[in-house]
């Protein structure tokens, strides 16, 4: 007998992202994968990123499914409800990726493979590994401040991963019971940091695997000042918090 393909949920959290996220869930549509499906959870966006996404999973009600929120209060909230949402509708994996496109949806597949045939509990699609890259448009200064970043959050907290502050990333269902989500309260890109510190002091293994990372095409990013205090600070929180049972 065929075993089942896994279903695999694509959880993509949105704010103003109107203009990419048609393209991106037809990339994602064009992978052919069986049980792929995509979880948008939209923020209340104001330029009608909520609207495009109920469009779109109205044309293929099967696949996509939309996730309104109506508060912002970051992006790792945002994750937790969707990654929850899909828990609780049956996924054995969650993908997190961004709406933005700077992400490539051809890694997924490899991804999904690690995780069914290797004892990883996490792929982390990585721009720092050997065949790793960033793009060329992006600025010199955010390229020094991403490194210096994993430099800083691994020299804290011991990840032992290259690239630490990834968003790209594909689970295990088992792996996100684990590490207990709920009880996450880091938010921002930091949110990716503790997700990560949890794996680790669960003693489960992280694997990454190389992407080409892009420079978002439309739109504006959401790095703020409060989001970069948050990641400077939360490293230091992190190790001085006691360990999960």
């Not at 054995?92 to 493979?113: C, K, N, Y």
């Not at 959050?153 to 295990?172: C, E, H, P, S």
Request: glycine share 6%; net charge neutral.
């Amino acid at each position: 007998m065929v075993e089942p393909s896994p279903k695999v949920v694509v959880v993509v959290p949105t704010y103003n992202e109107r203009e990419n996220l048609p393209i991106l869930v037809g990339k994602l549509t064009e992978l052919r994968m069986p049980n792929l499906h995509v979880l948008v959870v939209d923020d209340n966006s104001p330029d009608g990123t909520g609207e495009a996404a109920d469009k779109l999973a109205a044309d293929a009600p099967d696949t996509v499914g939309v996730l309104h929120r109506t508060d912002k209060d970051g992006l790792g909230r945002a994750y937790i409800a969707g990654i929850t949402r899909a828990l609780d509708e049956g996924a054995d994996m969650v993908i997190q990726m961004d709406a933005d496109l700077s992400h490539p949806t051809a890694t997924i597949p490899v991804m999904v493979e690690v995780l069914s045939t290797t004892d990883a509990a996490v792929v982390l699609g990585s721009r720092y590994v050997e065949g790793g890259s960033t793009a060329a448009e992006w600025a010199w200064h955010r390229k020094a401040l991403s490194l210096w970043a994993n430099f800083y959050v691994n020299a804290i907290l011991r990840l032992k991963v290259k690239d630490a502050t990834a968003g790209f990333k594909a689970w295990k269902a088992e792996t996100l019971r684990r590490i207990d989500l709920p009880s996450i309260r880091s938010n921002g890109y930091s949110f990716q940091v503790e997700m990560n510190h949890r794996t680790v002091r669960c003693g489960l293994r992280i694997h990454e695997v190389p992407i080409r990372f892009e420079e978002r095409v439309d739109g504006t990013s959401k790095m703020s000042l409060g989001v970069q205090l948050e990641s400077a600070l939360t490293p230091w929180k992190l190790l001085f918090s006691r360990k999960p049972r």
